[in-house]
């Protein structure tokens, strides 16, 4: 009998909490377990073992990454739409770096409804951010690809401090949006 107050939803949310301290390489159903106060083996009852776990932290981070980017995107486009979608991953990657780091260990075979859902609401938010532009359907994916690379890679970069220099991140971030608002307009 499962522990009462014990659901997949605890479980995975405690767990994310726990990548986001210590990081996602250091969650181990032992110390999930010693967290929620229970023995490990407990936890198969809620969830299939550790790339089960892995699989809903990413859906889980997926979904509040897709919410945070669907609301700062809301009314905008064009080069505030690339500003706000590049900042919004920033500031999740910045605040939940255990969280996001299982978001890039997804399989691109993945075919787990909840998991493919979550992923393609952040894709569509990120196409959201570049409808304005005029890219011929044909580069869509191009384009997408270019910017989710161009947003994830700074935000990974950032998040682990590898940005030593004396300039302003930020100003870094503005720079580069102004730079794809520039290739993506024609101008």
């Keep these: 009998m499962p522990r009462a107050g014990l659901d997949p939803d605890v479980v995975v949310a405690a767990a994310a909490d726990l990548a986001d301290e210590v990081g996602l390489p250091d969650v181990t159903m032992s110390l999930l377990a010693q967290r929620l106060g229970?023995?490990?083996?407990?936890?198969?009852?809620?969830?299939?073992?550790?790339?089960?776990?892995?699989?809903?932290?990413?859906?889980l981070a997926l979904t509040e990454l897709g919410a945070a980017l669907r609301d700062a995107l809301q009314g905008r486009s064009g080069r505030d739409a690339l500003a706000a979608a590049a900042h919004t991953l920033r500031r999740y990657a910045a605040a939940h770096p255990g969280r996001y780091a299982a978001t890039v260990r997804?399989?691109?075979?993945?075919?787990?409804?909840?998991?493919?859902?979550?992923?393609d609401r952040v894709l569509e938010s990120l196409a959201a951010a570049v409808a304005a532009y005029p890219v011929d359907p044909a580069d869509t994916v191009h384009v997408l690809r270019m910017v989710r690379s161009l947003f994830h890679g700074f935000a990974v970069i950032e998040a682990a401090g590898g940005f030593q220099l004396d300039t302003d991140r930020n100003a870094s971030v503005e720079w580069f949006v102004d730079f794809v608002d520039r290739g993506l307009s024609g101008r």
Excluded at 106 to 119: F, I, N, Q
Aim: no cysteine; aromatic share 2%.
């Design 106 to 119: 997804v399989d691109a075979d993945e075919t787990e409804a909840p998991l493919v859902a979550a992923g």
């Design 38 to 59: 229970v023995r490990a083996p407990s936890l198969y009852k809620h969830v299939e073992g550790q790339a089960d776990l892995q699989r809903r932290i990413a859906t």
